[in-house]
């Protein structure tokens, strides 16, 4: 009886996820293989045995914390500091564990490895599904996968840093945006999407020779203010991916 339950959940899985979106998660995982790339090589570039970015990318999983705390400690900063930087990075993941606990409702062994899988892209991709099922099937299966080919690309880094030596060679700093850049194409289809990036783009670019790195793209946020122009979404058009 057990194994026809699974069974049919794997199916209700499989029938939630049509190929759009798996494509779309799909291009977001590849883009963060490649800077799983980019973090091994990294590491062992600068001097880290292999097992520290291997360990990192299975244990703490968060691409942002992870290279906050590796350039400390390639600075010469003390492990507690990294430690510090990488836990209050990761803080933000608190409150998306609360946004997503509909979804974590399970038995506490399952709640457990669910929460190790609450990341930036899995919670806003189950947040773009209304439907429950749809929203849980989503998160699962980006969460695994992301999860999967972050810690491939972990090692494949370390072993093109060893070889490579210089990780700057390999050109992934250029590969990791033009997955982004394949990802988000097909929305500037959107003429109100598209003048919220121009107009994004365009303060980012006004900003970058005055403030600090970082910063520019932040006040690109205020792009999303050309959304509230009257009449600049159109008509409304239905959701592909969140159902009605």
């Given amino acids: ?25 799909g291009l977001v995982v590849l883009a963060d293989g490649v800077v799983g790339v980019s973090f091994g090589a990294i590491a062992v570039s600068g001097g880290q045995p292999a097992w520290v970015p291997l360990v990192m990318s299975s ?73 429950p099922g ?14 999967v080919i972050w810690n491939l690309g972990t090692a494949i880094g370390v072993l093109a840093g060893r070889a490579v030596g210089n990780p700057d060679a390999l050109g992934l700093d250029a590969a990791s945006p033009m997955v982004l850049l394949a990802l988000v194409l097909p929305a500037l289809r959107e003429p109100a999407v598209r003048w919220a990036a121009l107009t994004g783009a365009a303060i980012a670019l006004a900003a970058t020779p005055f403030l600090p790195g970082g910063l520019p793209v932040l006040l690109a946020l205020a792009g999303l203010a050309a959304l509230a122009v009257p009449g600049a979404r159109g008509r409304p058009r239905p959701d592909p991916e969140g159902g009605t």
């Fill in 134 to 147: 749809r929203r849980r099937a989503v998160f699962w299966v980006s969460g695994a996968l992301l999860f």
């Fill in 59 to 131: 244990a703490v999983f968060a691409g942002g914390a992870q290279f906050a705390a590796l350039y400390i400690v390639l600075g010469g900063g003390a492990p507690a500091a990294a430690a510090l930087a990488g836990l209050v990075l990761n803080a933000r993941l608190l409150p998306f564990g609360f946004a997503v606990a509909d979804v974590l409702d399970l038995r506490w062994p399952a709640r457990l490895l669910g929460s190790h899988l609450v990341v930036d892209e899995s919670v806003a991709f189950a947040l773009a599904q209304r439907d």
């Fill in 1 to 25: 009886m057990r194994a026809s339950q699974r069974l049919a959940s794997h199916r209700h899985i499989l029938d939630a996820l049509d190929r759009r979106l798996l494509r779309a998660i």
